[in-house]
Nanobody
C-alpha cells in the first residue's frame, strides 16, 4: 500500500538545524512532485517547499527562503528538507505530500513529524 513516512523531527534550539526525511513506498515516486507542508497549533496548514519530479525545480515560501532546502533522491524514493537557522516560528508538524505529475487530484500525505524550536 501507499506509504509516506516522515522522520527527523525533534526539539532543537533557535539557530539550530534539522534534516527531515520522507520515505515513499507503494507508488512510482519519480512520477510525483513532492512538497513539504507544516501546520502550527491553531493555524492552517501551509506549503513550505516544493520540488518537481526530477528535482530540477524547487520553490519555497518566503519565510523559508535562504534557510530551507528541499531535495530528493529518486533512487531511494526519499525527499528531504534541510532546515537551518531555525526559529521559534518554525515550530509545527511537518508533512510531506506527493502529487502525481499528470493528475493534481491524485495526492498522498504522510502522517507528519513534530518540529519544536525552543531554548
Amino acid at each position: 500500500q501507499v506509504q509516506l513516512v516522515e522522520s527527523g523531527g525533534g526539539l532543537v534550539q533557535p539557530g539550530g538545524s534539522l534534516r527531515l526525511s520522507c520515505a515513499a513506498s507503494g507508488f512510482t515516486f519519480s512520477s510525483y512532485a513532492m512538497s513539504w507542508y507544516r501546520q502550527a497549533p491553531g493555524k492552517e496548514r501551509e506549503v513550505v517547499a516544493r520540488i518537481t519530479t526530477t528535482g530540477g525545480s524547487t520553490n519555497y515560501v518566503d519565510s523559508a527562503k535562504g534557510r530551507f532546502t528541499i531535495s530528493r533522491d529518486n533512487a531511494k524514493n526519499t525527499v528531504y528538507l534541510q532546515m537551518n537557522s531555525l526559529k521559534a516560528e518554525d515550530t509545527a508538524v511537518y508533512y510531506c505530500k506527493a502529487t502525481f505529475r499528470l493528475d493534481s487530484n491524485r495526492v498522498y500525505w504522510g502522517q507528519g513529524t513534530q518540529v519544536t524550536v525552543s531554548s
